[in-house]
């Protein structure tokens, strides 16, 4: 594929893993619309981050996933649609799961109407491993049956399902990412492994909800290269796929982990107000990534140890980012 000829949106630019899978578009060549959840102040979200030369070349619209008119204007003479525009905070879901809804849910209708009329050659949707629930066999593949334990998961559910009812109804070109948790330099401190670090860096303890989950966590920049690698291929159109390291840590042992890299010795206290609600919680999320690696050439690049350190070096260098004394959700 030859990304030089390629005009390309991207939903959700300025979220964590938007941020850097914009800029690697622009480092292929495409030619990239952004779009950006309006705010009076022009505020960039994570792109800010970016070198200035590569926000230069980023089209970048204001506007709301929910509404149809802007969505049916950006879309308009579009090649590839990667489409990232969510509300992913699990505790936020909890407090107003109508508003995340019609964001993941609604929002991706949208895109889907929009680019079904304008014939675009193919769209990526965001899914989540949340959509999996806690286990019930490891490692997970994408037979897995889905099981929504929080208000996020019931709407990220629902945008796949839209989705793959218009690869069923309309042969929409589309396919359906489904990362593990990713982590990586910008990420907030609403994420768990940036709310350790910061911690570490900053006070004598970690606040932290339980300790017992499991994650399967990828490096950013392998998750990147995921939704590349599946634009990029026919054979993934109508598919979810699924993209992790393929190993899972408790939260307990990635404090360890953290700690340890850091030369830290710190106190670990477990805070009910850091907890979901005893069902909601998902115990065991381990990625079962065969189905990337046979269709798509896909497999994880960085181990955990590296990718650990290179987000730890990332936020000792931009601690004004973060708040270790706020519970960020």
Known sequence: MNWKKTKVLVTGANGFIGSHLSEHLVNLGAKITVLLEYNPDNYLGHLKFLQKNILSEMEQVLGDIRDPELIKKIVKGKDTIFHLS???SIPYSFINPREVFEVNAEGTLNILLAARDQEVNKIVTTSTSEVYGTALYTPIDENHPLQAQSP????????????????KTYNLPVAIIRPFNTYGPRQSDRA???????????????????????????????TVDGFIKIAESKKSIGQVINIGL??????????TMITSIMDKEIRVIS?????????SEVMQLLCDNSKAKK????MPKVS????????????????????PDKYQI
């Open 271 to 279: 805070t009910e107000k850091r907890k979901r609600p005893k069902k």
């Open 304 to 323: 955990l140890k590296e990718g650990l350190d290179m987000t730890i070096e990332w936020i000792k260098n931009n601690t004004d980012y973060y708040n």
């Open 86 to 88: 969510a509300l992913v």
């Open 152 to 167: 996020y998961a019931a709407s990220k559910i629902a945008a796949d399902k839209i989705a793959e009812s218009f690869y």
């Open 295 to 298: 269709i798509v050439n896909w």
């Open 246 to 255: 393929g190993e899972d840590i408790s939260i307990g042992e990635l404090i």
């Open 192 to 222: 768990i492994i940036p709310t350790i670090i910061i911690q570490a860096l900053k006070k004598s303890t970690i606040n932290i909800g339980s300790t017992t989950p499991r994650r399967d966590l990828s490096y950013v920049l392998d």
